[in-house]
């Protein structure tokens, strides 16, 4: 059977990137395949974070994820910080994982300010090294992500290769699962730009679980251009086919057929904001319900662990063995 893992960060607020680039797809999977999601708040430390509002966000997104439609009895879903073997194995990748490879990543870049990189927090620089130990702990086949995870999944790839080259075939090569309509929702107010929890406006990212009114709101604002021509270009018109590839995505259809249907952007915001309330309206309720009940995450959170770590144990002892690591007697 083929085995998936994914995780996202639980800081900022789930905005509708997340959901339709990554987590829509993560409730498709959980049915035909092995899955395995995880809130990885180890990644969230690479940013300042308030630690009793980390706590809170990390079940937050949990309350989240299983609104959304992630079904326990089906996956696992686990705090990423519960599997120490995660960390464990980043440390054995970091010493397969070159500086110069590290340094070509460009969230890297993207995230330090030039010339300052050298008051970066180092746990920014190996961000992409322990995203590797994630998937490889779980042998993962499918990495299910957007498309601004392009650069580490190769990444994840490589360093799978060469451990494989250098110590023999210990780890599975993933393949990352880009979906292909909405991997890379923009901006509502900078479609040039990705919809990011750290970087857009409240004006340019939908928050998945904000009131309707809200949301109409912010697509009825939408930057589109001036010539009220609706055409799916990403290149020559970024903002109009950003709304069509929404519509595609909440409401069904094609971008080019449904581009045909309009012939200004009034009728197209105002379909677009009515096909995203719906879409998100059955996570809302049901997150309302779920988040007055946090002891039943926890217990999803703590059967998802003790799965994930039972999983994750002997691939990690596999590749202890490999590297040449004396085993102890408490080692298992
Ligand atoms: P994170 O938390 O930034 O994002 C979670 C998922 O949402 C996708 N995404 C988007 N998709 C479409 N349009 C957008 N504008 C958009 N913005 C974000 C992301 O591609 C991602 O799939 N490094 C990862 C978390 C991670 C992970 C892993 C993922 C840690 N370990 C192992 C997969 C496997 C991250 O920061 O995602």
Redesign the pocket.
């Known amino acids: 059977m083929t085995r998936v893992?994914?995780?996202?960060?639980p800081?900022g607020e789930i905005?509708l990137?997340?959901y339709?680039?990554?987590?829509q797809h993560w409730v498709l999977d959980q049915h035909v395949h092995d899955s395995f999601f995880?809130v990885?708040d180890l990644?969230a430390l690479t940013s300042e974070q308030d630690p009793a509002l980390l706590r809170a966000k990390t079940l937050q997104m949990a309350t989240f994820l299983l609104a959304g439609g992630l079904d326990p009895d089906v996956c696992t879903l686990f705090v990423?910080s519960h599997v120490p073997q995660h960390t464990e194995l980043s440390w054995l990748l970091e010493c397969v994982a070159s500086y110069g490879e590290l340094r070509r990543m460009t969230q890297f870049k993207d995230k330090t300010v030039a010339g300052d990189e050298g008051s970066a927090r180092v746990g920014l620089f190996t961000?992409p090294v322990?995203?590797a130990a994630?998937?490889l702990a779980y042998q993962a086949d499918r990495?299910?992500?957007?498309?601004?995870?392009r650069q580490?999944l190769e990444l994840c790839r490589d360093l799978a290769i060469r451990f494989n080259t250098r110590y023999g075939d210990t780890f599975v090569v993933p393949e990352a699962a880009i979906p292909p309509v909405?991997?890379?929702?923009?901006d509502l107010q900078d479609p040039t730009q990705?919809?990011?929890?750290s970087r857009s406006s409240p004006q340019g990212k939908i928050l998945a679980l904000e009131a309707p009114e809200v949301i109409t709101r912010k697509i009825m604002r939408a930057m589109t251009d001036a010539d009220n021509e609706v055409r799916f270009d990403r290149d020559a018109k970024p903002g109009v086919s950003n709304l069509l590839e929404l519509l595609a995505v909440a409401g069904g259809g094609t971008t080019t057929d449904l581009a045909t249907g309009y012939s200004g952007y009034g009728a197209l915001k105002k379909d677009v904001a009515e096909a995203v309330v719906t879409y998100l309206e059955p996570v809302r309720t049901r997150y309302a319900e779920l988040i007055e009940a946090p002891d039943h995450v926890l217990k999803v959170l703590d059967a998802g662990a003790d799965k994930a770590r039972s999983t994750a144990g002997p691939n990690l002892a596999k590749a202890r063995a490999a590297m040449g690591l004396l085993p102890g007697s408490e080692m298992g």
């Open positions: 893992l994914s995780g996202i960060q800081t905005h990137g997340n339709v680039g990554a987590v995880c990885v990644h990423q961000y322990l995203m994630d998937i990495v299910p992500v957007g498309d601004d995870q580490h909405g991997a890379r929702i923009m990705k919809m990011s929890k």
